[in-house]
């Protein structure tokens, strides 16, 4: 066989490895070229930016928002270690307190349920243990005798404390905005009465820091 024969062969077989190298290949360029490109594509145009969240109307402090089963008016919170004392839980050294006022507009008196409010993140704010009794609001103190307001009737408007253990009482800031969510009920065959669960947010109240503490709930002084 001749040298140009040899070189014949070389040449095809240079060649029909490369189209070989390059249908083999083309699947992992396309997809490499995808997970490249794309990405890019859509970072340029926003794809990965937050998502918008709905703006809430601000409601101003002292004002009756229209809840679930009872209208609210929150007005101020504090900061204390002194109020329901030997109730703090397990890491937490204060209580940060969100002064409200509630008037019962059910058929039926009504607990006030903790969903209603949210406050900020990195407050250090402590879930209190499933193990104590009615979790969601035993935390409610009437502020005109610090006992705990367990249920608003029909018609009844009390002045109350809403209760959140923190971790760092230093670290609560001097105002805080309060988110607001409405309820709804629906009856719970499970539990064979009625049931209220959240629906959506409504509002949000931006709220001062007061240094006084209800009297009332003071433990040393009662």
Known sequence: MSGQDLAAIDGDISVRQLIGWLVATWPRRVLIGMVVVVPLVVGLVGGFAPAPVRDLPALPPGEP????PYDLALETYFVSDQVHTRYLPEGADAWLGLVLTV??????????????????EGLGAITLDEDVANPDHSEVLRIDDGRLATRFAPGL???????????????????????ITDLESAWSFLLESETWYERERVGQVHLSRTGTVPPALVEDER
Not at 65 to 68: K, W
Request: charged share 20%.
């Open 65 to 68: 928002i229209a809840v679930g």
């Open 103 to 120: 008037r019962g507009t059910h058929t039926q008196a009504v607990s006030l349920d903790r969903r209603v409010t949210t406050v900020p």
């Open 157 to 179: 408007e009390v002045q109350v404390v809403s209760l959140i253990a923190v971790s760092d009482a230093e670290a609560i800031p001097d105002e805080i905005t309060v988110q």
